[in-house]
């Protein structure tokens, strides 16, 4: 073989336009027409039987968690449906009875799969047996666990230096299989462990670590439901995470305010139907947002600098605004954040902030009088340069209010992936913490690596100079979701192997190393059977609580193993049986993983027995008012510069955000129910004001271009949709933007991409 054979593979797939229908955005979200789509998709991919079944028991005691969202289940459910629209279409998508096999592969290329759209790749169905995509060739063939295993074995073998291969986990894993993943990366020498949560939450982990000493949220479910207030912020929950608008309808019945931060109103936040009331079925819906901010992307600090100065102004007068005994006993930086705020000018604030004068009034005097406040956030906050300090500041706002670590308040960073805290609890981080590589010496018997591995932006550029060569996947479609699509196509194509450990078919089984692996593994509503037992797997919601999740359903093929068993597998080929970690026996029996995880992880014990029913909770310093971690032992305000977008005549910053059809990069329709597109994702959200200025008319057809370090990055064909967005923004779809976005522009400290501010200019398209 040639060593620059290059297959000649499309790595955008098809980006022709298609017969797009717009409507008048929806107003509320889920009811009936909620329950009506959630059916719909189910029938069509499961059947009738198979979905009843299996909606049942999702999110109950017995069941299944649901592979959406991370929001948690209430303790004491009292709907039998305890799931939503999409996590439904989420079901539906992974336990579809459409498969495909060696004989699809035979007949389809990489080459050719690769020319068709990301939706048409997904539609094909399941995985069903191991294959692998020799060097030199463009079809995928069968290939046996053993010498799969085996082939992946001897390459890291080959490697110069443990540190030439990478080990990537998307969030939808278990505690299990991350646990062994991430302890198999470190026996054979790397920390090299990016994960989704680099693109995703990992400005919230760095800001609360900072601020308060643990980088996951304070709040438990049920203190939303007391809450005087809830701030919502840069977080679209109606499409992302459905279920917690259940959880705001309790707040507001019991008296509660919602706040929505956030450039788009969008849908449930300004109207919600519970479709698991009566009421809600009917078509009579809840108001959910008492006030929306419509600030514009990226000017969350200005607004937040805004209503702490207002509501400090009142304070001086009044005296019982802030909880100034909460600040003596718990927190530091008081002074300096009060110095600091004189510096700024309300007008330039408000100017920046983009809202309107007499809302900001309006929240003032809601959190005037109130205590009890949980934000919620998650990307609006997180994907941008000053993803850290924007986070950091609406902390600022909390501890001002003393609503940390009490009943009813804190921070709820609402997670992405349904186990993507877990993976992180148990051990999938690219740093090195010293305290667990101590329990793994200690109870594992080996000796694990001691310098930082890459994240994602360093997983792409390691690539792409050459410098790692072998990239493993558990789960995901890294080349979809990272930044940068063109340049992480390349990073990708110049690995000896690479290795995705899928449910699904995805683009990143076809842009690949010299030589490609796919692994096919169950998907959580699949019954795990090993010995005549039933086997179950371990996840941690969105709030750190630890429970089981047992599949029901026949898995789509024999030929498909667990995540735990193969990873397991695969690591007792690699050591050959010779290892202090007794891989085998833990490929079979879980409990032995858990056992592990109890007594090398800081926080899990007795897993097995404690994670059943409502599971248990991870221990959570800031929700006891514990700050003895950080450095003078209590928690920290911070101050946090203006964020700074020059932007020349002609420039917008672009948001890429999620349809109401699409998990990430899985796209499940071609409808944006809730904002009124239909049949296109290419379009781009534009305020009709921006609209007539450039001289653009309705479904006229743009490119959109980026220019970062004078590299010109295109993303083509995308129709004009007017929309309520502010002027100066605009909105468009992810992943099809994610070309845009260049691989070395992120947020400072935790190098999340800035997939939502990213600075781009129109023309018309050719
Ligand atoms: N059905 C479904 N559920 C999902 C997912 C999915 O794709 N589909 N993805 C999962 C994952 S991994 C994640 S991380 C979450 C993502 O959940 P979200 O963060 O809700 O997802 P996005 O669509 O990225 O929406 C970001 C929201 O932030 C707003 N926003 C953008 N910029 C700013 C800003 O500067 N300030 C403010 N205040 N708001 C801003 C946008 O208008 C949008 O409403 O959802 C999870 N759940
Ligand atoms: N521009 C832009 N880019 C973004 C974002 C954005 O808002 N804008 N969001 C970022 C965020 S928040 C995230 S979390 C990342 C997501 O990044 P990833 O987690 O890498 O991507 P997903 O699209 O969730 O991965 C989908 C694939 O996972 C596989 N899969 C599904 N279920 C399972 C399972 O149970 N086991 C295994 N092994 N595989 C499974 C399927 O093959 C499916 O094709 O994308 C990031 N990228
Ligand atoms: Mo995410």
């Known amino acids: 073989m040639k060593k620059d054979f290059q297959r000649e593979v499309s790595i955008h ?90 004989k699809f592969f035979k007949n389809y290329s990489v080459e050719e799969l690769s020319r068709l759209s990301d939706y048409q790749l997904n539609n094909f169905g399941r995985l069903t047996e191991p294959l ?179 509501l400090a102004a009142i304070d001086a007068i009044q005296g019982d605004i802030f909880d100034h005994e909460f600040m003596n006993n718990y927190v530091e930086g008081y002074e300096e954040l009060l110095s600091d705020l004189d510096r700024y000018d309300e007008n330039e604030l408000l100017d920046q902030c983009g809202v309107d004068k007499n809302k900001i009034e309006e929240a003032v005097s809601l959190l005037a009088s109130r205590t009890k406040i949980v934000v919620c956030w998650a990307m609006g906050l997180t994907q941008h340069k000053n993803g850290v300090a924007n986070i950091r500041e609406y902390v600022n706002l909390l501890l001002l209010k003393g609503a940390i670590g009490k009943p009813n308040c804190g921070t709820c960073p609402v997670r992405g992936h349904s186990n993507v805290q877990g993976d992180r609890s148990v051990g999938i981080m690219h740093y090195v913490d010293q305290d667990l590589n101590q329990r793994i010496r200690e109870h594992l018997g080996f000796e694990p690596p001691k310098e930082p591995g890459v994240d994602t932006v360093g997983a792409i550029k390691a690539m792409y100079d050459g410098k790692s060569r072998v990239f493993i996947c558990l789960g995901g479609n890294f080349l979809m979701a990272a930044s940068d699509t063109e340049y992480t196509a390349k990073a990708l194509q110049r690995c000896e192997l690479t290795v ?39 996840m941690e919601d969105s709030m750190g609580r630890v429970r089981q999740s047992r599949g029901l359903l026949q898995p789509v093929s ?12 695969l690591a007792d080929t690699f050591f050959q049986g010779q290892h202090s970690v007794n891989w085998k026996a833990m490929s079979i029996d879980y409990d032995l993983i858990r056992q592990s995880i109890d007594t090398v992880i800081k926080g899990f014990e007795n897993t097995s027995k404690r994670s059943k029913g409502i599971g248990y909770y991870l221990p959570n310093n ?110 468009a779809y992810f992943p099809e933007t994610n070309v845009l976005v260049p691989y070395n522009h992120y947020a400072d400290k935790s190098k999340t991409p800035i997939s939502k501010s990213i600075r781009v200019t129109l023309r018309k398209a050719q």
Request: proline letters at 5%.
């Open 500 to 538: 995705q450990i899928s449910t699904k078919l995805n683009r990143s089984h076809l842009i690949t190393g010299q030589t490609a692996l796919i692994l096919p593994t169950f998907g959580r509503s699949e019954k795990d059977m090993k010995n005549g037992n039933l086997r179950y797997l371990t």
């Open 13 to 102: 797939g098809t980006q022709e336009l298609l017969d797009i229908r717009l409507k008048d955005p929806v107003r509320h979200a889920a009811g009936k027409l909620g329950v009506k789509e959630a059916l719909r998709h189910s029938f069509k991919e499961m059947g009738v039987v198979r979905s009843m079944r299996a909606l049942l028991e999702m999110n109950q005691e017995d069941g299944f968690d649901c592979p959406s969202c991370a929001w948690p289940n209430p303790e004491n459910p009292s709907v039998i449906a305890e799931y939503c629209e999409n996590g439904a279409k989420a079901l539906a998508d992974e336990a579809t009875t459409q498969f495909i096999d060696r």
């Open 558 to 569: 024999e030929a498909i193993k667990s995540e735990p068993e193969l990873i397991a597998q």
């Open 132 to 310: 692998v995509l020799r060097a030199g060739k463009v079809h995928y063939e069968p290939i046996s666990w053993e010498e799969a295993y085996e082939l992946i074995s001897q390459q890291l073998k080959a490697l110069n230096a443990p540190d030439e291969a990478i080990f990537y986990t998307s969030g939808r894993s278990s505690n299990e299989a991350a646990y062994l993943y991430g302890m198999f990366a470190r026996a054979f020498g790397t920390n090299n462990m990016p994960d989704c949560s680099n693109m995703c939450h990992e400005s919230s982990g760095v800001a609360l670590s900072e601020t308060l000493g643990i980088g996951k949220g304070s709040v438990k479910l049920e203190d939303l439901y007391e809450a005087e207030i809830v701030i919502v912020a840069g977080q679209n929950p109606g499409t992302n995470h459905p279920r917690m608008l259940s959880a705001l309808e309790k707040c507001k019945e019991n008296g509660g305010k919602v706040i929505s931060i956030n450039p788009l109103e969008e849908s449930g936040m300004v109207n919600f139907k519970n479709p698991q009331k009566i009421k809600g079925l009917l078509g009579f819906g809840e108001g959910m947002a008492d006030l929306h901010l419509p600030v514009k992307i990226n000017q969350d600090i200005p607004l937040v600098k805004l209503l702490l100065k207002r």
């Open 622 to 731: 800031a929700r006891v008012l514990d700050f003895s971690m950080l450095p003078n032992g209590k928690a920290r305000l911070t101050l946090n510069p203006l964020p700074e977008h020059p932007l020349k005549k002609n420039e917008f910053l672009l948001m890429t955000i999620r349809s109401h059809d699409q998990f990430n990069t899985t796209i499940y329709g071609l409808d944006d129910r809730y904002r009124g597109v239909y049949n296109e994702r290419r379009v781009l959200f534009i305020n009709p004001k921006d609209m007539a200025d450039q001289g653009y008319t309705k479904l006229e057809k743009v490119d959109i271009d980026s220019c970062y370090d004078n590299t010109l990055r295109t993303a083509r064909n995308f129709l004009i949709v007017p929309y309520n967005i502010p002027t100066g923004n605009l909105a």
